[in-house]
C-alpha cells in the first residue's frame, strides 16, 4: 500500500505560479513511477506530467516536474498559469501494477 499526500494548491492571478507537493508513504520503496494528473468540472481526469512519461502538450515549458527520492515527495512546479489550468490536481503513483491516487488539492487560477 503506498499512501499520497498532495499541498500547495491555492488561488493565483493569470501568470502567476504555483508549486504543488507530493509526500509519499508505506511501501514507496516500490513505486515505479510518480506524477500529476488534473479533473477540471465536467472533464475527465488527464494527464500533467510524470516522472517516466514527461509532459502533456499543454504544459509542456510551463511545468516542470521533480522528485526527491531522499523525501519519498514529487513536486509539480507551474509557471505562467493560466485559467484553463485551473482543476483539482491529484498526485499519483504506480506501485506494482496498482495505481495510486492523493485525495486532490484545488488549483484556481483567475483571469
Known amino acids: 500500500q503506498v499512501q499520497l499526500v498532495e499541498s500547495g494548491g491555492g488561488l493565483v492571478q493569470a501568470g502567476g505560479s504555483l508549486r504543488l507537493s507530493c509526500a509519499a508513504s508505506?511501501?514507496?520503496?516500490?513505486?515505479?513511477?510518480m506524477g500529476w494528473y488534473r479533473q477540471a468540472p465536467g472533464n475527465q481526469r488527464e494527464l500533467v506530467a510524470t516522472?517516466?512519461?514527461g509532459y502533456a502538450n499543454s504544459v509542456k515549458g510551463r511545468f516542470t516536474i521533480s522528485r526527491d527520492y531522499a523525501k519519498n515527495a514529487v513536486y509539480l512546479q507551474m509557471n505562467s498559469l493560466k485559467p484553463e489550468d485551473t482543476a483539482v490536481y491529484y498526485c499519483?503513483?504506480?506501485?506494482?501494477?496498482?495505481?495510486?491516487w492523493g485525495q486532490g488539492t484545488q488549483v484556481t487560477v483567475s483571469s
Open positions: 516522472i517516466s512519461r
Open positions: 508505506g511501501s514507496w520503496l516500490t513505486i515505479a513511477d
Open positions: 499519483n503513483a504506480l506501485s506494482r501494477d496498482v495505481t495510486y
